[in-house]
């Protein structure tokens, strides 16, 4: 039996290595397989991470937030999800919060995150 738990959790950190890290603050660029009737296609959610719950486990979960035409739009994902195509770090946000719902009551300028400098040595 501890050797099946040992097989199913090798599979799920496998998985988890396809993604990169991300955090809270960091936008990302979630490509997601919609089926319709027979026909799938790949859909995008770009937006924002405003939390990730339940890390290094099997039912870890990440929120993702953008606006659009006005309105905020808020999506859970499942990390380990088979809809998950890829996900895509488009850039790194300067956040000092775990969660950021203070986000949801700011429009426009005001709910804009710094970006992370990197050095490229």
Request: glycine share 8%; aromatic share 6%.
């Amino acid at each position: 039996m501890n050797e099946l738990i040992k097989m199913v959790g090798i599979d799920y950190t496998e998985q988890r290595k396809k993604f990169p890290d991300f955090k809270a603050g960091d936008t990302i660029n979630v490509h997601i397989k919609i089926s319709e009737g027979k026909k799938e296609r790949i859909q995008q959610f770009q937006g924002v991470v405003i939390q990730r719950r339940n890390p290094n486990t099997n039912g870890e979960t990440f929120t993702v937030r953008k606006i659009s035409e006005g309105i905020g739009v808020e999506r859970i994902f499942p990390l380990l999800s088979p809809t998950i195509e890829k996900i895509e770090l488009k850039q790194q946000g300067l956040v000092r919060r775990a969660r950021l719902f203070y986000l949801q009551g700011k429009q426009g300028k005001a709910a804009r995150i710094k970006a992370k400098i990197t050095s490229k040595a």
